[in-house]
T-cell receptor, first 112, second 114 residues
Framework: AQSVTQPDIHITVSEGASLELRCNYS??????LFWYVQSPGQGLQLLLK??????LVQGIKGFEAEFKRSQSSFNLRKPSVHWSDAAEYFC??????????FGTGTRLQVFP | KAGVTQTPRYLIKTRGQQVTLSCSPI?????VSWYQQTPGQGLQFLFE???????NKGNFPGRFSGRQFSNSRSEMNVSTLELGDSALYLC?????????????FGPGTRLLVL
């Protein structure tokens, strides 16, 4: 069955520190992978996506993610976190042509 | 371009009532998907429409239904509301289909069932 696992429910980092959010997927075919961010009371904003090609993907707000087929992973990274990055982050896989399967999310807290 | 818009943003209903939520996709987008977000179940796919046809459906009871109009606007309806239907309902649009394009999400409609 198709699934996405985000093993970290809650992560706390200091402002300026580096960040890595983990995402593992289970999908039989070539996956389409996404990272979205959600601020409280808001919808989802796309950070970056992987469809094919270069496995290191650059996104908005200084985020990047690396697709590793051998590990079924698509981890999100940022070299230096800003207080405004505090939010909930969702990894998702495109299941078939028309729907997304989401992970349970990782809540990021940033301390000054 | 204007983003995905959803109306209303907030809604309070009582058990047994029905509710209709509306979604206007980004101009030129023909695919509209709906998702339910709850603290317990997370983000779950409801259904997807393209050119007024439902192409895909998630594992929700028949009380949840939707439709799409010729201008790509979409509505979803929930009949005989239950307490567990309290959630944030998110709409997303894409030009054609997810395998080729990205889905862009609206701000959501927060439904509270009392």
């Amino acid at each position: 069955a198709q699934s996405v696992t985000q093993p970290d429910i809650h992560i706390t980092v200091s402002e300026g520190a580096s960040l890595e959010l983990r995402c593992n997927y289970s999908y039989g075919a070539t996956p389409y992978l996404f990272w979205y961010v959600q601020s409280p009371g808001q919808g989802l904003q796309l950070l970056l996506k992987y469809f094919s090609g270069d496995t290191l993907v650059q996104g908005i707000k200084g985020f990047e993610a690396e697709f590793k087929r051998s590990q079924s992973s698509f981890n999100l990274r940022k070299p230096s976190v800003h207080w405004s990055d505090a939010a909930e982050y969702f990894c998702a896989v495109g299941a078939g042509a028309d729907k997304l399967i989401f992970g349970t999310g990782t809540r990021l807290q940033v301390f000054p | 371009k204007a983003g995905v818009t959803q109306t209303p943003r907030y809604l309070i209903k009582t058990r047994g009532q029905q509710v209709t939520l509306s979604c206007s996709p980004i101009s030129g987008h023909r695919s509209v998907s709906w998702y339910q977000q709850t603290p317990g179940q997370g983000l779950q796919f409801l259904f997807e429409y393209f050119s007024e046809t439902q192409r895909n459906k998630g594992n929700f009871p028949g009380r949840f239904s939707g439709r799409q109009f010729s201008n790509s606007r979409s509505e979803m309806n929930v009949s005989t509301l239950e307490l567990g239907d309290s959630a944030l309902y998110l709409c997303a649009s894409s030009p054609t289909r997810l395998s080729e394009e990205t889905q862009y999400f609206g701000p959501g409609t927060r439904l509270l069932v009392l």
